[in-house]
């Protein structure tokens, strides 16, 4: 399977974020506190391998 776009609103501290055209890999950089692992725990959460 293959993301192309990646919507994720009101979820923890993340209010409204789009990614789009994702193409082979995605990198995550960003200062502590920044919503990294929200963001992986958002999609984690929508594929059903976590309940938060």
Do not use: C, W
Request: aromatic share 10%; glycine share 8%; net charge positive.
């Amino acid at each position: 399977m293959k993301l192309k776009e990646i919507h994720i609103k009101r979820f923890r501290g993340i209010e409204d974020q789009i990614i789009r055209d994702i193409d082979n890999t995605l990198v995550l950089i960003g200062k502590n506190n920044a919503g990294k692992s929200a963001f992986l725990t958002a999609i984690r959460t929508f594929f059903g391998d976590y309940t938060p």
